[in-house]
C-alpha cells in the first residue's frame, strides 16, 4: 500500500525583538536549508519576514526553533505565524534585500570582541592578523555605529568604507558568520589607526600597527594616551605607576575620585583583587562592564591613586580588539598589564566623540592620542555594576552594553519623552509596552552636557522610531533637564511637561523593572542626597506609600537645616555641626568635625542656623551619611559626589563582623529621628571606638530604622511589598542589609537591577507616572 503524500504548507512568519544585527538572517537560511524548506526571509523596519513552505512536521519544527535557539546576540520577543496559500515553490531558500516599509526593530548594544575574532586577531596567518577592528555578526559595534534603521551599512559608519573583493564575499555568504555583519572589515578596506603626540601634532603621525607600538611604549613610559573606543575616547595610563596616576588625576581636576582599571586578562584582574565566581561571569560577560570589586584590591599592586578611600575597585576587561592589541600581543615587547581607562573628558563634561575636538578639549589632559577614522555615531560611556552576595546584579550607570536594548513595560505608555534628572542623566523614549534608555549622559550643568542630551534624544528616535507626543521631567523649578523639557515639550501635541515629584518617580521605576501593573501600592524607601519635595525643602529620607498614580508620603528623615543649599555638600564637617544643632547637641571641641573648621567658617555657620540665613531644611538620608562620616573622623571635605558616604562606608566594611550592636533611631509616627544614634555615635566616639566600627554600628541601625518603619507601614496599610530605591541605595552594606532584614519580617523587597537606583534610572519612573496621569486625564 502506497503510503500518502504528505500536503505541503506555506506560512508567513514575523519574527519582532533585536533580530537585526546578529546574525538573524544566516540561521533562517541554515535552518530552512537543514530541514529542506523553500521559501525567503528578510529584514524589515519591524524585524524579519519569513515565508516558508514545506511539510507541516518540517514547518513546526522551523517556527520552534526559529524562538528557542536564536543567535547569541538575537532576542525574539514575539513570533507571529499565518497561513499562505501554497505556491509549489521549489526547495530553494534566499535571503532577500531589506523592506524599507514603516516599523520598527530593535538593534543590539555594542558587543565584547567574541572568540573567533580574537583567534584571528592572534593568528599570523589569518588575514585579519593584528587587525584593530575584526569583528562578525556575534560581536562588536551596533549602537555607536547606527545612524538608522533598519541596520544596513549604508546607514551605520562604516558606509565611507567601501569593501574589498575578500570582505564583500563574506559579506555575501550566508555561510559565513560574517553575512551581512556591517562593520565587516579587513587591514585592506577597513578603518586605520593613526597615533598623534602633543609634541608632534603637526607632524606625519605614525599609522596602524607602528601607530600601536608607540602606543604601548608612551604608556609604559608613564605617558597619558587618549584612546578612541566604540562610543568616545578614553584617556589611559599604567594603573601601576603612582606618577602616572597621580598626573592625570591632577590634570583632569577629578579630586579624590576613584579610577576605574582595564586588566589585560583575567591573570592581571587576580593580580589585583580576588573577584567571586559572580563577580568573573559579570566581567566576562558580552556587556563587559566596570565590576565594582569590593573589599579586594590590591594596593601593592596599584598605584596609591587609583582609588583611595573607596570600598570598590573598578575593573573591566577589553571588550574590542584595539584594546587587546593595547596590551600587546604573545611575542610583543612587556607594556602594562593593568590601564587605567577613564572617560576622555574634563570634569564635568561628557564623553569626547570626535577626532578634532578631542585634539583641542583633550589637550590639557593627554601626552597622545591614539585614534581612527570611523566616526562614532553615538557617544556611550562603561557600564558600571556591582554584584551582590546573592550572586544578582545592581546596575549603577546603564550605557554601553545594555543601550539601545529595550525594557518591557507593565503599563502601556503613549509615545513620550522622559528626561531624568541632573545628575546621572540617562533619557528614555516609551511606546506601547517598551521602553529604551539613551546611553549615561552625566551632569547637566554644562552646555555640553545639553547639547550631549539633545543628540542622545535625537539618535534614540532613529533608532527606535518613537516620535514623542509628551515630555516628563522631575518637578525642581530649577533643574537645567526640567527647563530643557519645557523647550522640548513647545513643539509637541501635549505642550506642557508632566512634572514627577523626584521620590516618586524612583520608586515608580523599581515597580515598573519589576513588572508591577500599579494597582497595588507599595512600601517605597526612597533615600538620596537630593530631590525637590512637594513642601518646597530638599527631600531624600523619605517612606512612601505609592502607585504610579500618586504617593503620601508616611514618613521621613527629621529634618536638619542645609547651610549653604547645594554648595555646603562639599563640607560633611559643616553638615555634621548642622545635624548637631538640629538635634540640640553641643558642639564640643573634642569633636573632630568641630576641628575640622575653621573659626571663620564656626561663626558663619553659627550665624546661618541661628538666622535661617541660606539654609533650607532637608530630610536628605545622603546627607545624613555625610555628617555621619565627619562626625566619627572619616571625610570632612568632599572633593566628589558622595566621597564622604564612600569612605564611610569602606570604613563600615572592614568592621562590619565585630561591629556589635547597631545604633537606634527615634521612630514614631512620621518620622525616624537620628538624634539618639548622634549621641550614641559620640559617647563611643569618646570611649575611643575605633571610626570604622562606629561607621558599621550606623549603617546597621538605618537598616533597622528601614524595618521599623516598614513595619508601621505595614500595620497601618496592610501592604507586606517594599521597594528600595534612590542612590544611597548604591551602597552594597545598607542595601544588603536592609533587605536581609525586612524579607527576615516577611517583607517582599524589590531592589533594582539592570536600571540604576541612582538618577539614572529616574527617567523610566518619569515615564511611567506620566503616562498614568494622562491616562487618567
Not at 519569513?50 to 528557542?68: H, Y
Request: aromatic fraction near 6%; charged fraction near 20%; include cysteine.
Amino acid at each position: 500500500m502506497t503510503a500518502p503524500v504528505t500536503q505541503a504548507v506555506r506560512r508567513r512568519v514575523t519574527v519582532r525583538g533585536t533580530v537585526q544585527g546578529v546574525g538573524f538572517r544566516p540561521f533562517v537560511h541554515r535552518l530552512a536549508t537543514d530541514l529542506a524548506l523553500a521559501g525567503f526571509v528578510s529584514n524589515t523596519a519591524s524585524g524579519v519576514l519569513i515565508e516558508v513552505e514545506g511539510p507541516p512536521d518540517g514547518i513546526a519544527s522551523f517556527c520552534d526553533r526559529l524562538a528557542s535557539r536564536p543567535p547569541p546576540l538575537a532576542a525574539v520577543l514575539g513570533v507571529g505565524v499565518e497561513d499562505l496559500p501554497v505556491t509549489g515553490a521549489d526547495d530553494t531558500f534566499t535571503i532577500r534585500s531589506t523592506d524599507r516599509s514603516p516599523g520598527r526593530t530593535l538593534l543590539p548594544p555594542d558587543t565584547a570582541t567574541c572568540d573567533d575574532c580574537l583567534r584571528e586577531l592572534a593568528d599570523p596567518a589569518d588575514r585579519r592578523h593584528r587587525h584593530p577592528f575584526v569583528t562578525c555578526t556575534h560581536c562588536g559595534p551596533r549602537f555607536t555605529i547606527a545612524t538608522g534603521m533598519p541596520y544596513d551599512r549604508a546607514v551605520t559608519t562604516m558606509s565611507g568604507f567601501p569593501m574589498c573583493p575578500d570582505c564583500a564575499r563574506e559579506y555575501g555568504d550566508p555561510g559565513d558568520r560574517r553575512f551581512h555583519a556591517q562593520p565587516v572589515a579587513c587591514p585592506d578596506c577597513g578603518p586605520r589607526l593613526r597615533l598623534v603626540t602633543a609634541a608632534g601634532r603637526a607632524a606625519a603621525a605614525a599609522r596602524d600597527a607602528d601607530a600601536l607600538t608607540a602606543a604601548r611604549w608612551l604608556l609604559a613610559e608613564g605617558r597619558i594616551v587618549a584612546v578612541k573606543g566604540l562610543g568616545g575616547y578614553h584617556l589611559a595610563c599604567d594603573a601601576t605607576n603612582a606618577r602616572a596616576v597621580d598626573t592625570l588625576r591632577a590634570r583632569k581636576e577629578r579630586g579624590g575620585k576613584p579610577f576605574a582599571v582595564m586588566c589585560a586578562d583575567l591573570d592581571a584582574v587576580r593580580r589585583v583583587a580576588a573577584p567571586s565566581p559572580a563577580e568573573l561571569a559579570a566581567l566576562t560577560s558580552a556587556r563587559r562592564p566596570i565590576v565594582l570589586l569590593r573589599g579586594h584590591a590590591r594596593q601593592d599592586v596599584l598605584a596609591p591613586g587609583i582609588c583611595p578611600g573607596s570600598p570598590h575597585l573598578g575593573v573591566m576587561l577589553p571588550y574590542t580588539p584595539l584594546h587587546t592589541l593595547l596590551f600587546g600581543l604573545p611575542g610583543d615587547p612587556a607594556g602594562p598589564r593593568v590601564l587605567v581607562m577613564t572617560s576622555g573628558n574634563r570634569s564635568g563634561e561628557p564623553i569626547v566623540t570626535d577626532d578634532d575636538e578631542a585634539l583641542t578639549r583633550l589637550a590639557p589632559l593627554a601626552d597622545a592620542w591614539l585614534a581612527h577614522d570611523r566616526a562614532v555615531a553615538a557617544p556611550c560611556d562603561d557600564s558600571l555594576l556591582r554584584v551582590r552576595a546573592d550572586g544578582t546584579e545592581q546596575v549603577l550607570r546603564r550605557s554601553r552594553g545594555y543601550v539601545p536594548r529595550p525594557l518591557r513595560l507593565p503599563v502601556p505608555v503613549r509615545p513620550a519623552l522622559a528626561v531624568g534628572g541632573d545628575l546621572k542623566n540617562a533619557l528614555c523614549l516609551g511606546e506601547g509596552d517598551q521602553a529604551w534608555f539613551g546611553p549615561h549622559i552625566g551632569d547637566m550643568g554644562e552646555l555640553a552636557t545639553l547639547e550631549a542630551a539633545r543628540r542622545a534624544e535625537s539618535q534614540m528616535r532613529r533608532l527606535t522610531g518613537v516620535v514623542p507626543e509628551l515630555v516628563a521631567a522631575d518637578r525642581h523649578p530649577g533643574y537645567h533637564s526640567a527647563r530643557w523639557a519645557r523647550r522640548r515639550a513647545a513643539g509637541l501635541p501635549d505642550r506642557t511637561p508632566v512634572l514627577v515629584q523626584h521620590h516618586h518617580a524612583h520608586i515608580a521605576s523599581a515597580m515598573a523593572e519589576h513588572g508591577l501593573d500599579g494597582t497595588t501600592p507599595v512600601i517605597g524607601v526612597a533615600f538620596d542626597g537630593t530631590g525637590y519635595g512637594d513642601d518646597g525643602t530638599v527631600w531624600g529620607g523619605e517612606i512612601l506609600i505609592a502607585d504610579y498614580a500618586g504617593f503620601r508620603r508616611f514618613a521621613r528623615l527629621t529634618p536638619a537645616p542645609l547651610p549653604g543649599g547645594d554648595a555646603g555638600v562639599a563640607n560633611p564637617c559643616r553638615l555634621a555641626l548642622a545635624r548637631l544643632w538640629a538635634a540640640d547637641l553641643r558642639w564640643d571641641p573634642d569633636l573632630p568635625c568641630l576641628a575640622a573648621c575653621t573659626t571663620e567658617e564656626l561663626a558663619l555657620l553659627q550665624r546661618q542656623l541661628t538666622r535661617g540665613v541660606a539654609c533650607v531644611a532637608t530630610s536628605s538620608m545622603g546627607r545624613l551619611f555625610d555628617a555621619v562620616s565627619s562626625l566619627v573622623g572619616v571625610c570632612h571635605r568632599a572633593e566628589y559626589e558622595a566621597q564622604a558616604a564612600l569612605e564611610l562606608e569602606a570604613a563600615a566594611a572592614s568592621a562590619w563582623d565585630a561591629a556589635g550592636p547597631a545604633y537606634a533611631f527615634g521612630v514614631a509616627a512620621g518620622a525616624f529621628d537620628p538624634a539618639p544614634v548622634l549621641r550614641a555615635l559620640i559617647a563611643d566616639l569618646r570611649h575611643g571606638t575605633p571610626a570604622a566600627v562606629l561607621a558599621a554600628r550606623f549603617h546597621r541601625g538605618v537598616a533597622r530604622a528601614v524595618v521599623a518603619v516598614c513595619r508601621q507601614a505595614r500595620q497601618d496599610v496592610r501592604l507586606d511589598t517594599v521597594v528600595l530605591s534612590g542612590g544611597v541605595f548604591a551602597n552594597a552594606l545598607l542595601e544588603e542589609e536592609s533587605a536581609r532584614l525586612l524579607g527576615e519580617d516577611g517583607f517582599t523587597v524589590l531592589r533594582h537591577g539592570e536600571v540604576p537606583p541612582n538618577d539614572g534610572g529616574l527617567a523610566l519612573g518619569q515615564l511611567v507616572v506620566a503616562a498614568h496621569r494622562r491616562q487618567e486625564e
